[in-house]
């Protein structure tokens, strides 16, 4: 696993509190999550990136992921679909957006497909921008993206890949999810709407009924608003399952990434940031390769066996041993001392 999805993986995997939500002042933005009232694990995962205004291609993406209940591991499924995805946003960054969230999204259900083996699975829904303005929808699952805003209309742009929605049937059994395998058809579409507000949501919210929900979104004044809302009612309602929600302006976060200046890869969850580098595969070559070397010096390094010891110094005259501190210098003197290659990590919090 390249060392960016690693560090990114583990931070997704933090213990965070039942409930969480991240005001994201520097981007219009926010990140809610709600473990509810009947579950004993929160399985699922809101997040967002930004490849920063410097990099190749920049791109703002804001995904919300949901572990497939039923099956296996539905908490660790969407953090290494959440992972995978970002890492490939950013590993395929000489392509257009609309290729890009193609191949993310590709390499997501690979990557739980690899490790369950159809076992085990998570929803992911995003949204991507560009520096261009445009505007795309990436969607595998039954979480759902709706526009609304201040006398304006409340609008759905997904449509649930269930049994029901997809089909016609009866029931919510998912038939396309991330990790299901080859025959996965995510849809991608893109977002015309230049303004309003945009939210992103788990099935733990838009449980809502369809009317309640509606009125919540379309008597919203701020995104703030709009999130507290909702997290309450899904509670109010029985809080049935875990509520997540990401609601975002959209002319403001076209024109914000404009303007906002960051040193490195930018990550926001629900229960703070991360600020870390992207570390180039033929530097991940190195690092390993220089693992495998310090750990060939630490083995020659081993205390030897008494007998060893005993026969050596009988044929070797005693030297006086000389203190870590001073080995060390001689070695950065000598140009035989390796530096380790670090990813520079900042973690913030919601505060």
């Known amino acids: 696993m390249h060392p960016f999805q690693e560090n990114l993986q583990t931070w997704l995997s933090r213990k965070l509190a039942s409930s969480e939500q991240n005001h994201c002042y520097e981007v219009p933005l926010v990140l809610a999550t709600d473990i509810g009232l009947v579950r004993t694990e929160n399985q699922d ?16 993406v804001i995904a919300v992921a949901d572990g497939m209940g039923g099956m296996r591991d539905g908490g660790i499924c969407a953090n ?28 997501a259900n690979n990557q739980v497909f690899d490790k369950y083996r159809g076992g085990g699975g998570s929803t992911l829904t995003a949204v991507l921008f560009d520096s261009l303005g445009t505007k795309i929808i990436v969607h595998l699952g039954d979480t759902r993206i709706y526009t ?11 449509t649930d890949d269930s049994l029901a929605e997809a089909v016609g049937g009866i029931g919510r059994e998912l038939l396309q ?18 303004a309003g507000f945009c939210a992103i ?33 899904s509670k109010w309602c029985g ?18 990434i404009t303007e906002y200046e960051s040193s490195g890869i930018r990550v926001w969850d629900s229960g703070g940031d991360l600020t870390t580098l992207w570390l180039r595969e033929e530097d991940h070559a190195f690092n390993i390769k220089q693992a495998r070397n310090i750990e060939a010096e630490e083995l020659r390094r081993k205390p030897k066996h008494d007998s060893q010891l005993l026969e050596e110094s009988a044929a070797k005259p005693v030297k006086k041993s ?30």
């Open 322 to 351: 000389r203190s870590n501190t001073g080995r060390s210098k001689s070695k950065k003197q000598d140009g035989n001392y390796q530096e380790k290659i670090q990813l520079d990590i900042e973690i913030g919090n919601s505060d």
């Open 239 to 256: 809080g049935i399952d875990n509520s997540t929600s990401a609601i975002f302006d959209i002319s403001e976060i076209s024109s914000s």
């Open 201 to 233: 949501t788990t099935d733990g919210i838009h449980g809502i009924e369809e009317r309640t929900l509606n009125k919540i979104l379309a008597n919203s004044e701020s995104i703030e608003q709009a999130s507290d809302r909702l997290s309450a009612v």
């Open 45 to 60: 995962r809101a997040a967002a990136l930004y490849t920063g205004k410097k990099s190749i291609n920049p791109l703002f």
């Open 80 to 107: 290494l679909a959440l992972s995978s995805f970002f890492h490939a946003i950013i590993q395929y960054r000489n392509l257009d957006i609309r290729a890009r969230a193609t191949e993310a999204i590709k390499e």
């Open 148 to 158: 609304f805003g201040p006398n304006k209309k409340v609008e759905r742009h997904t």
């Open 177 to 194: 999810f991330v990790g299901m395998g080859e025959s996965m058809q995510p849809k991608i579409s893109e977002i015309t709407h230049q």
